[in-house]
């Protein structure tokens, strides 16, 4: 059974920076893919970063490019998504996900497994 548990979401000022962890477990193989999504009170879930744990290609959404980076640790057990130039449009639950596929995607309704979230708010 994949578990997914996130980490490291907080308040923090505009132009500020947090990471926030990924603890990944359950998986036999390397063929899968993590992501990194966000949700809003009011608004659509946002893919914003995914990484194919088997080869570590990555995607990125136009939002956080250059300003997001998705990473994983050498066991592959943590995913970290490293988020720098907070702006307070950033505010959201930030959610991990999993799928187990060779492909990455954004698209949320293709993950299998989620975390519970974490919170991120950024302040003016």
């Known amino acids: 059974e994949v578990q997914l548990v996130e980490s490291g979401g907080g308040l923090v000022q505009a132009g500020g920076s947090l990471r926030l962890s990924c603890a990944a477990s359950g998986f036999t193989l390397d063929d899968y893919v993590i992501g990194w999504f966000r949700q809003a009170p009011g608004e659509e879930r946002e893919g914003l970063s995914c990484?194919?744990?088997?080869?570590?290609?990555?995607l990125y959404a136009d939002s956080v490019r250059g300003r997001f980076t998705i990473s994983t640790d050498n066991t592959k057990n943590m995913v970290y998504l490293q988020m720098n130039s907070l702006k307070p449009e950033d505010t959201a639950v930030y959610y991990c996900a999993a799928v187990g596929s060779v492909t990455g995607t954004l698209v949320g309704a293709f993950y299998d497994d989620w975390g519970q979230g974490t919170q991120v708010t950024v302040s003016e």
């Open positions: 990484i194919t744990l088997s080869d570590g290609r990555t």
